[in-house]
Every structure is written in structure tokens, then in C-alpha cells.
């Protein structure tokens, strides 16, 4: 059995275990809800619904996502776990609007609660069973890099502490006749809202594209610095399709001396050592070349970086190569997201370098700094 496979087998595993306790706490809660006139109880018994529904669409995801690549989507359909987290995250949403109005129409039009022993009990049980369920799930999530069961692990932690809530109104109401049924049904509605807002701020961010896991930049580009023959691993761009599935690019500084087929060899090389170790496939590794035939050019680059590391906003120099016979000057600029015009931070740095070398023609291209540590 692959990796993947068996990460989908736990994936639905744990979404299983999760739609059975939801269910059999929902109704549980709703009956409870119902002969108790809870509002607090009945709400919490349809959260409980969303849960489960959750769960089911995690699994539909998981499921789907996990078909193999084809000709209309080469990287395959990774990417559908985030749209069955981003429903998720929709259904909570929806939920706690939902029962926030419900909850204020209660308080306008109050109906005070009739309680039993046995459905405090049912309340009390329904607590420890959240609290196991959200660790067990978050625990799995985690673990499997799965952000469809994350988020239900901490929506089911969360369940938790309005359940624990419900419970502590109904021992307020039995002791004083004090009834925050409403109430507390509208402040659990809010704390789901802004669960749901969060969990669906979380997963458009991961639609949309977010910086790399810094340590996994740092692994990599160690890696590929420690092969022979290579001296520095700048520009790598990893583009995430899927929970662990990234597809890439990065430059490498070879000596000027290298062949064609010593720097195949070694582009060959670096792909599949990257592959193996992170999982990480490399579509493209360029190459910048570094002088080595003539000593002057070391003093030459040490210069211009330090005037360009002068300047604001900028990161990084690399990709520097200077030819004496053609008088040219070339290198790469990491401009930083920070700056309030990249653009112009940038023409700023290489016209500095041009004043300070006006026999060369001088030329540079503009970085992001998508992973530079």
C-alpha cells in the first residue's frame, strides 16, 4: 500500500467514526432539546447534523481528490480537498447564522426549559465524547496533513465547550430559575460564525497559494547546495496541487566551466534526490553560471552586492555573471513584498550599479522573494 493510499484509507476512517458519534449525539440532543423546550440543547443537536455532513463531505473530497492525473488536469486533483474544506467551512457558517436567529427570535418571544436528570446526564456525556472526538480527529488531520478533518477536529472542540455551556445554563436555571437558554444560544451561534469565517479565510488562503513551509525551503535548498559542483539554490517556487503534492522550479550557480552533459547529469540528479527525500517534483532546474577563470570578477561582485544590499527592500543578489571581453554585467534582484513599489526599488538598485560601472552594459532581473530564507 502507497502513502496515499493509505492516508485516504485514514482520512475516511476517522470521517466515519466522526459521522456515527455526531449522529448518535444529534439525536440524542434533539430529543433532549424537544421535551426539554431547550434551545441552547436543540441547537447544539443540529451543529451536531452540520458535524456529521461535514464528515460525509470530507470523505466525498478525500475520495475525489484522490483520482489520478489525466489530460485536463496534468497535476492531478489534489486541490479538492480545499474546495470540500472550504463547503465545510460554508455549512458552519451557515449554521451558526442560523441559529443565531433562531436565538434571538427566542429571546424576544421567551419559553422557559423543563429539564430531567437524564438529559443533563445525556449533556454531560456528550461533553467527553466532543472532547475525545475533536483531539482524535485534529490528531489525525495533523498527522496525515489533511485540512478537511483539522477543521472538524477544532469545530468538534468546540462543540465541546457550548455543550459544556448548555450544561452549565441548565444547572444555573435548576438552582436559581434563572433561564439563559436565549442568550446563550446567541453567543454560541457567534462563537460558530466566527469559527466558520476563520476556517473559510484558511482555506481560500491555501486556494489562492501561500509562501512554503520555510523548513521544507531550507531542507531542499541544503540538499542541493551539499551536491558537487553545486554552489548556491536560489528561485524555488513550489506550487501546491493537493495536501504534500508540490510541483516545482528552481535556479542552481554552477562553475563556467561545466559541460552541457556534466550539468544535465547533475539537473537529473537534483530532481530525483528531491523527489525521493521531500516528495517534491522539480518541472525545471535552470542554471546560472559563475565565474571562475578570472579573480578580478570575485572583487567585482562583492562590490555590487554591497552596494545593492544597501538599498531598501532589497534581499538577496544572486545569479551573478561578469564578462570581461563583452563588457557585461548581469544578476538577479530579490525585491522584497514589503516594498511599496517593487518595481521602483528595483530600478533604484540597478541604476546605482550602472553609476558605478558606466563602461558595462549592466543588466538584472526582478525576484519575488516566493521562498528566499
Same mark, same amino acid.
Given at each position: ?20 458519534? %455526531? ?23 443540529? %451543529? %451536531? ?244 577563470? %578570472? ?79
Amino acid at each position: 500500500m502507497d502513502a496515499e493510499t493509505d492516508r485516504n484509507k485514514q482520512i475516511v476512517r476517522t470521517s466515519i467514526v466522526g459521522i456515527l458519534a %455526531n449522529i448518535l449525539l444529534a439525536s440524542f440532543k434533539a430529543v433532549i432539546g424537544v421535551l426539554s423546550g431547550s434551545i441552547a440543547i436543540t441547537l447544539d443537536a443540529v %451543529n %451536531n447534523l452540520s458535524d456529521a455532513a461535514s464528515s460525509v463531505i470530507t470523505i466525498v473530497g478525500t475520495k475525489l481528490a484522490g483520482k489520478p492525473a489525466d489530460r485536463k488536469h496534468p497535476f492531478g486533483y489534489g486541490r479538492l480537498e480545499y474546495l470540500s474544506a472550504m463547503i465545510i467551512s460554508i455549512i458552519v457558517l451557515y449554521a451558526g447564522v442560523t441559529s443565531l436567529k433562531e436565538s434571538v427570535a427566542r429571546i424576544i418571544h421567551p419559553k422557559r426549559p423543563d429539564y430531567a436528570l437524564l438529559s443533563l446526564i445525556i449533556v454531560a456525556v456528550a461533553v467527553l465524547v466532543k472532547i475525545i472526538l475533536g483531539r482524535y480527529v485534529e490528531g489525525v488531520g495533523k498527522r496525515v496533513n489533511s485540512d478537511s478533518l483539522i477543521a472538524s477536529g477544532r469545530d468538534a472542540t468546540l462543540d465541546s465547550v457550548i455543550s459544556a455551556s448548555t450544561l452549565l445554563a441548565a444547572l444555573i436555571y435548576i438552582a436559581s430559575g434563572l433561564s439563559l437558554e436565549s442568550w446563550l444560544g446567541a453567543i454560541i451561534s457567534v462563537v460558530i460564525i466566527k469559527s466558520g469565517i476563520d476556517m473559510l479565510r484558511d482555506t481560500i488562503s491555501e486556494i489562492l497559494g501561500e509562501r512554503a513551509d520555510t523548513q521544507l525551503v531550507v531542507d531542499i535548498k541544503k540538499t542541493v547546495r551539499e551536491m558537487d559542483g553545486v554552489r548556491g539554490a536560489y528561485d524555488l517556487v513550489l506550487n501546491n496541487y493537493g495536501p504534500d503534492h508540490y510541483i516545482g522550479s528552481l535556479h542552481i550557480e554552477v562553475p563556467d566551466t561545466c559541460t552541457a552533459d556534466q550539468i544535465d547529469e547533475l539537473t537529473r540528479k537534483i530532481t530525483r534526490e528531491i523527489y525521493n527525500k521531500y516528495k517534491v517534483l522539480l518541472t525545471a532546474v535552470s542554471v546560472y553560471s559563475y565565474n571562475t577563470k %578570472n579573480p578580478m570578477v570575485i572583487g567585482v561582485r562583492d562590490k555590487i552586492e554591497g552596494i545593492v544590499k544597501k538599498c531598501p527592500n532589497i534581499l538577496q543578489m544572486h545569479g551573478f555573471y561578469m564578462d570581461e571581453e563583452e563588457k557585461t554585467i548581469r544578476f538577479d534582484l530579490v525585491v522584497s513584498f514589503e516594498a511599496p513599489d517593487r518595481l521602483e526599488a528595483f530600478n533604484s538598485a540597478l541604476e546605482k550599479v550602472r553609476k558605478e560601472y558606466p563602461g558595462y552594459t549592466v543588466t538584472a532581473a526582478i525576484d519575488a522573494d516566493f521562498s528566499e530564507i
